[in-house]
């Protein structure tokens, strides 16, 4: 079936307007990540969820940033009031149970704060 | 706390030429995970390889092989005769295993490039 997918693939805010960033798992998949990954580094964890529910939100850098996955499917990471510094792609991954902890990544958001 | 280190930012290559990857990694927990990803210029991670902390076999997948050592808490990766196609940047991640689907930790990757 279809892989991970991402919208939209680029993105360029003005500092200080909200962001709203997609991510379609795969179908079936219960385990959604959100990653962001700086220029020249890895990715460094956000957030996780597990059908609707966030089970961890320690990576998210501020309160700024808020995700969603209401229907334990679709997941949306928000940005408000974006700075320079969150600049990055933010990348999403998902995974099933039977899929053990393979990760199946998107393409990613590239976020250009101007 | 988790950490894993990729000491080579970058390499090069030259066709045909065999290349590892050095990973190193720590962590408290007994029971972890192990992986290696590569991200081609595209973008994507594209999964290569998955490893439990129990099975320290080496796994050998045509032209690549992993090498795992509990003992240096190291996992390399070996390309054998590389190609130009295996240019991107490699990751190695750990993931510890009690705390499921959190604490996925990525190394800074290491930006291969194979030269013709």
């Known amino acids: 079936g279809a892989g991970v997918s991402q919208s939209p693939r680029y993105k360029v805010a003005k500092r200080g307007q909200d962001v709203a960033l997609r991510c379609d798992p795969i179908?079936?998949?219960?385990?959604l990540f959100w990653y962001q990954q700086a220029l020249g580094q890895g990715p460094e964890f956000l957030t996780y969820?597990?059908?609707?529910?966030?089970?961890?939100k320690s990576g998210l850098p501020s309160d700024r940033f808020f995700a969603e996955r209401p229907e334990g499917s679709v997941s949306t990471l928000k940005i408000q009031r974006t700075q320079q510094e969150d600049s990055a792609v933010y990348l999403c991954?998902?995974?099933?149970?039977?899929?053990?902890?393979?990760?199946?990544f998107g393409p990613g958001t590239r976020l250009t704060v101007t | 706390a988790q950490k894993v280190t990729q000491a080579q930012t970058e390499i090069s290559v030259v066709e045909k030429e065999d290349v590892t990857l050095d990973c190193v990694y720590e962590?408290?927990?007994?029971?972890?995970?192990l992986f290696w990803y590569k991200q081609p210029p595209s973008g994507e991670l594209v999964f290569l390889i998955r490893?439990?902390?129990?099975?320290?076999q080496n796994e050998i997948s045509g032209r690549y092989s992993w090498n795992f050592q509990k003992s240096t808490s190291s996992f390399n990766f070996t390309i054998t005769a590389s190609q130009v196609v295996d240019s991107a940047v490699y990751f190695c991640?750990?993931?510890?295993?009690?705390?499921?689907?959190?604490?996925?930790?990525f190394g800074p990757g290491t930006r291969l490039s194979v030269l013709p």
């Open positions: 969820f597990q059908n609707e529910a966030q089970l961890d």
């Open positions: 179908s079936g998949h219960v385990s």
């Open positions: 490893r439990n902390s129990f099975d320290e």
């Open positions: 962590t408290r927990d007994t029971t972890y995970y």
């Open positions: 991954a998902s995974t099933s149970l039977s899929s053990g902890y393979e990760q199946y």
């Open positions: 991640a750990l993931s510890e295993a009690l705390n499921y689907g959190q604490n996925f930790v």
